[in-house]
């Protein structure tokens, strides 16, 4: 089982390993509570969908970085990318969803051959939100890349970038050496063309991973903690930060597993459950495209190859009339959304 988890946690093998695990793990302490169950006795089930709002669309693996966390377990080597084809499909589903978000991903999606022409398609369809997910390093990896400051501004894109921490020795131990300061002169290169200003319109938000097997600390202080550190070190500025609890799955899963921390996290976040997150959490209004089309009620299901629970389970056959019309897949990782003030792409889900 274990040997199974290293392999690339996108194949169905790994997947379904990852799965097992989660389903199937027993512990010292006993067996843990069925995340179904919970909601049961929550009064929650089943869990439903909700108008689509958020399209997520992740555009492939690849990636100038290997971070320890990484959910997706990208890097320089993945070469998996959406096709063209598919991203003329994912305009399509824009067109007839009429979303107000499109939520780019990767990898870091700024490397896929396409990116500035799709993103380019989705804002002449008028969508209110497009966003990226920079790992902020992609933008000062080379000269190629140096333009895409300046290119999100033109677009209005939204730029919600990774920084696991506002020093240095955290941020590197967690994504790797020269990562904080490459970071910072991203950051700064957003700043300079607008981004995190007041007034700008340029939304730039930082994304918060814990860097170890523990919860975040409450979302409000960290901003504030991020805010005066990074403004009063090196004059940079952004709008809000975003926690996100690491979920047990793909790299992070791993290193629970190596680090002999797995049934403890896993007893922390059935510990903490929150029926109030349980409300606002991201599958209810979100849809995931995976970079072959598939599409999943979130992309954390996604790496677990857990597709919607649904007889069309790729765009190719897209139907907005049916989309809340099928229960949202869930296992025992959806733990670490609920669990405290909850975890979704856009940060805590409870004051």
Not at 3 to 16: D, G, Q
Not at 229 to 256: D, H, K, M, V, W
Request: aromatic residues 10%; glycine residues 6%; negative net charge.
């Amino acid at each position: 089982m274990k040997k199974s988890l290293h392999a690339r946690a996108n194949t169905l093998a790994a997947s379904e390993a990852q799965l097992q695990l989660l389903e199937n793990g027993i512990f010292q302490s006993g067996e843990l509570p069925k995340f179904s169950e919970q909601l049961k006795h929550s009064g929650l089930a089943p869990l439903k969908k909700r108008q689509l709002e958020v399209l997520q669309i992740n555009l492939g693996y690849m990636c100038n970085q290997v971070c320890a966390h990484c959910h997706v377990d990208a890097g320089p080597d993945r070469k998996e990318k959406m096709s063209k084809i598919h991203l003329e499909r994912c305009l399509e589903l824009i067109k007839v969803s009429k979303v107000g978000t499109v939520d780019l991903t990767g990898g870091a999606p700024e490397m896929h051959p396409d990116f500035q022409w799709f993103v380019r398609e989705v804002a002449a369809l008028g969508v209110q939100d497009i966003i990226v997910r920079s790992n902020l390093t992609i933008l000062v990896a080379n000269a190629h890349y140096a333009s895409y400051p300046q290119f999100f501004a033109e677009q209005g894109v939204h730029v919600v970038s990774s920084l696991p921490f506002y020093k240095k020795e955290k941020t590197d131990r967690q994504r790797g050496e020269g990562v904080f300061s490459n970071s910072i002169e991203a950051l700064k290169a957003l700043n300079a063309v607008g981004y995190g200003q007041e007034g700008s319109g340029l939304q730039l938000d930082l994304v918060y991973n814990p860097a170890g097997a523990f919860l975040p600390a409450a979302q409000e202080q960290l901003e504030q903690d991020f805010k005066t550190s990074l403004a009063t070190n090196y004059g940079i500025q952004f709008n809000q930060l975003f926690t996100i609890t690491n979920l047990p799955i793909s790299r992070f899963l791993e290193y629970l597993l190596a680090s002999e921390n797995y049934e403890d996290y896993m007893t922390t976040l059935v510990d903490a459950f929150n029926p109030a997150a349980v409300q606002n959490v991201m599958c209810t209004n979100t849809l995931s495209i995976d970079y072959q089309g598939y599409m999943y009620d979130c992309d954390f299901n996604q790496m677990l190859a857990i597709k919607v629970q649904s007889p069309v389970q790729h765009i190719d056959q897209f139907d907005p009339t049916t989309f809340a019309q099928h229960p949202i897949a869930i296992s025992q990782h959806c733990y670490g959304c609920t669990a405290g003030a909850g975890s979704s792409c856009q940060g805590a889900l409870v004051e």
